[in-house]
């Protein structure tokens, strides 16, 4: 009798957009009937903010009626004082480490000298300093160990860049006995806050976290939709959380297209880059997938059901060694959910309602003017930036929304 598939849910980068995924897991776990809204994901990976959202998860999976309620009120509960400090203090500290320390570096030494001494360093613009407390509060990091202990979750996931290499490393809190056959480099650790925290470090706007003597930022930085760990620790049918409407990228060429145009404000120099880093390659891994797919089934069909059992012995008797061949050839079943609505105008159109300027402390006013940031065309930038309380309600809105449509799949697919 063939084994119960083993299920893994796989979420996105994106900043403040990460309230998105809290409204498609809210759906999922409250209002699919019983028992598919109790589906266990053995696996959990996410990148940047999905990789807090999965901690989140990761420490309520002994409840998953629980957790949709919970990461609902969590987000729509969320301040952005939570985050990073929005006093005058701040803005002092953003002048003082911007240009004081610009200006001094310039007069200190000269470039060719090591650069390591102890001076004023650019770090990032907000100080992250409240962030820890917030992720010490919303996740039992102790309960993800014990939830793995008991085999109620195979893995957990984190995609973090170091920044030394440049390269990308998954954090992986693993049951002893699950295997992992990627070729990443990895590190097989107790998940902490502070690898939450270097996973979802935006660089320029948020300072790297040190872990081990080493320096991480945003994960998505190299592959913002993680669904490799996933597959290499077993999964077989996989949830995939984006953040990006396609048509998002297809409005973008338009506008594109219709010039001439300004020239770009730094705002918006600041909105392409975050968008090039939360736009991966997640397109072309879900286009292979779908073609080994294809490949199983036309082998199966010209010789037999016992294709698939015979290539993975082949594999096997050969020692053959690598991507496909270490954790064998098999059928990946995976349902994405991406926003219908293009999220820079859900944005604009919570900003421009009663009240939703008000959220702005003395501190994003300034730097948004030293960032030359306008509420039309930097949308894109702070659309990631801002955790407006308007804005996040409406994007847990639409990601409730987005599931309820897909409800049949949803079904289908959680029922196998």
């Not at 893995?155 to 170091?162: A, D, E, H, K, R």
């Not at 991507?323 to 349902?335: F, P, Q, T």
């Not at 609505?341 to 919570?350: S, T």
Request: charged share 20%.
């Amino acid at each position: 009798m063939p084994s119960p598939p083993i299920y893994a849910l796989v979420l996105s980068g994106g900043g403040a957009r990460g309230a998105y995924e809290a409204g498609v897991v809210h759906y999922m776990r409250t209002a699919l009937p019983a028992p598919v809204r109790d589906r266990s994901f053995q696996l959990l990976c996410g990148s940047s903010v999905g990789g807090i959202n999965t901690c989140f998860l990761a420490s309520h999976a002994e409840n998953p009626r629980a957790q949709g309620e919970l990461i609902r009120k969590t987000w729509e509960m969320l301040r952005q004082e939570e985050i990073y400090r929005r006093d005058v203090a701040a803005v002092s500290r953003l002048f003082f480490r911007s240009f004081a320390g610009i200006s001094l570096n310039i007069f200190r030494k000269p470039p060719t000298e090591a650069v390591h001494e102890k001076g004023i360093h650019f770090h990032g613009l907000v100080d992250t300093e409240p962030f820890p407390r917030f992720l010490k509060r919303i996740v039992n990091w102790e309960r993800i160990g014990s939830n793995i202990a008991r085999r109620l979750l195979h893995g957990v996931s984190l995609t973090l860049t170091n920044m030394q290499s440049g390269q990308l490393e998954f954090f992986i809190h693993k049951h002893p006995e699950v295997p992992y056959t990627g070729d990443y480099p990895v590190h097989f650790v107790e998940l902490t806050w502070r690898h939450a925290m270097g996973g979802a470090a935006i660089p320029i706007l948020f300072p790297p976290v040190e872990i081990g003597g080493t320096h991480y930022a945003d994960g998505g930085l190299r592959l913002n939709t993680p669904m490799s760990p996933a597959i290499h620790m077993g999964a077989d049918r996989v949830v995939v959380i984006g953040m990006h409407d396609p048509a998002e990228a297809a409005q973008s060429r338009r506008v594109a297209a219709d010039g001439p145009h300004p020239p770009p404000t730094l705002g918006e120099i600041l909105g392409k880059i975050l968008s090039s880093i939360f736009l991966d390659r997640l397109d072309y891994d879900l286009k292979q997938m779908r073609r080994i797919n294809r490949i199983v089934e036309w082998g199966e069909k010209v010789y037999g059901p016992k294709f698939l059992a015979e290539i993975n012995r082949m594999l096997v008797r050969e020692g053959i060694v690598g991507d496909v061949a270490s954790r064998g050839l098999k059928r990946l079943e995976v349902l994405s959910i991406f926003p219908s609505r293009d999220i820079r105008q859900l944005f604009a159109e919570c900003i421009s309602g009663p009240g939703g300027l008000s959220g702005f402390s003395a501190f994003e006013k300034v730097l948004l003017r030293l960032l030359d940031v306008d509420m039309h065309r930097g949308q894109e930038f702070l659309s990631y930036f801002l955790f407006l309380p308007p804005y996040i309600k409406a994007l847990v809105e639409l990601g409730y929304e987005d599931a309820k449509k897909r409800h049949d799949e949803l079904i289908a697919f959680l029922s196998a």
